[in-house]
């Protein structure tokens, strides 16, 4: 396999099941797509060679469902935005609401004992604050304009340009806030020392990080579909709409 060169979002968008292994080894694919694989490996404290076995042999496997990266670069996007929708906002939103009493839970039995688990909680309030408010956004105004945009140029029809100008700021902006999620989701990792349980942990405890590392994961792989997937083809495509003059009056 040929991966010195390559960036790690076009290596998650080439090899199959390449998000798990980067996921596993602690690799950052979604707001950290853009850099090379050996600089990737740096960061994370991992070898090229690692990797470089754990994609070999990944490739062999059956591609998990929702996770074939090749199939979502050819959908029409509005498939790709509603499986956004109603797969990984909706687990946000889930999620959200069953960690916070876990958290509260876990705080009054071990909170006087680990305090850190005090930063943990305002830094995941924090976080879901943000992304329900990002999640608003994204349903609200630029999902609804990338499909507006798509349904104009299949019928080569004008699309009216949008009020923010052009679809490349409001993605800036997303990109800006998934780059803050992925910091407090960092945060919280670094404060629970990677997840590592402390003696006496109850079940509690347990639940609450594996809770803690499923958000965190599915997290990710959402923002590598709308950062490595989404947002590119919805550049490229009002790219298109402009190149062959379909840039209607303004809204
Ligand atoms: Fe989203
Ligand atoms: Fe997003």
Redesign the pocket.
């Known amino acids: 396999m040929l991966v010195a060169g390559k960036t790690v979002r076009e290596l998650a968008l080439e090899v199959p099941n390449a998000t798990r292994v980067f996921e596993r080894l602690g690799i950052d694919y979604c707001c950290g797509g853009g850099r090379s694989l050996e600089e990737a490996c740096a960061v994370a404290h991992v070898t090229l060679e690692d990797v470089e076995r754990s994609l070999a042999e990944a490739e062999k496997q059956p591609v998990e469902a929702g996770h074939d990266d090749a199939s979502w670069q050819r959908v029409p996007l509005f498939g790709l935005i509603a499986h956004i929708i109603q797969k990984h906002h909706y687990f946000v939103r889930r999620e959200l609401t069953r960690i916070e009493p876990l958290l509260v839970r876990v705080i009054a039995s071990h909170g006087p004992a680990h305090p850190e688990l005090l930063e943990v909680q305002r830094q995941f309030r924090g976080l879901g604050e943000e992304l329900l408010q990002?999640?608003e956004k994204?349903e609200q105004i630029l999902f609804p304009y990338v499909t507006r945009l798509e349904e104009c140029e299949s019928r080569r029809q004008p699309v009216a340009p949008p009020r923010f100008g052009t679809v490349e700021n409001p993605i800036r902006m997303?990109m800006q806030?998934?780059e803050s999620a992925g910091s407090a989701l960092r945060t919280i990792r670094a404060k629970t020392d990677n997840y590592r349980l402390p003696a006496g942990a109850c079940a509690g405890y347990e639940s609450l990080f594996r809770a803690l590392q499923d958000f965190e994961q599915d997290l990710h792989q959402?923002?590598h579909l709308?950062n490595n997937i989404l947002f590119p083809r919805a550049v490229e495509l009002e790219g298109k709409a402009r190149a062959r003059g379909g840039w209607g009056e303004a809204d």
């Open positions: 990002h999640m994204e997303m806030e998934h959402h923002i709308e």
